[in-house]
């Protein structure tokens, strides 16, 4: 389990607008990637702000395509 920890840890990590100050809102805030993915742009930006909650929002829009 501690190896899948990592390996999502690192996922996140790597998707714009995910840094390592607010990788645990993140974490704390969704349940799962599924959950992330999903969530709206107000939902993200409500966790991340505008900057970054729109950098991560529009990534995620554009490979859920």
């Known amino acids: 389990r501690t190896n899948i ?13 995910i840094n390592n100050q607010n990788y645990f809102l993140i974490m704390k ?3 799962n990637l599924k959950e992330l993915s999903l969530a709206t742009l107000e939902q ?3 966790v991340l702000g505008i900057e970054n909650g729109s ?5 995620l ?3 859920l395509k």
Do not use: E
């Open 5 to 17: 920890n990592i390996l999502c840890q690192d996922v996140i990590l790597k998707l714009p607008g």
């Open 44 to 46: 993200i930006t409500q």
């Open 29 to 31: 805030h969704f349940q």
């Open 61 to 63: 829009s554009k490979i």
């Open 55 to 59: 950098k991560l929002h529009s990534f």
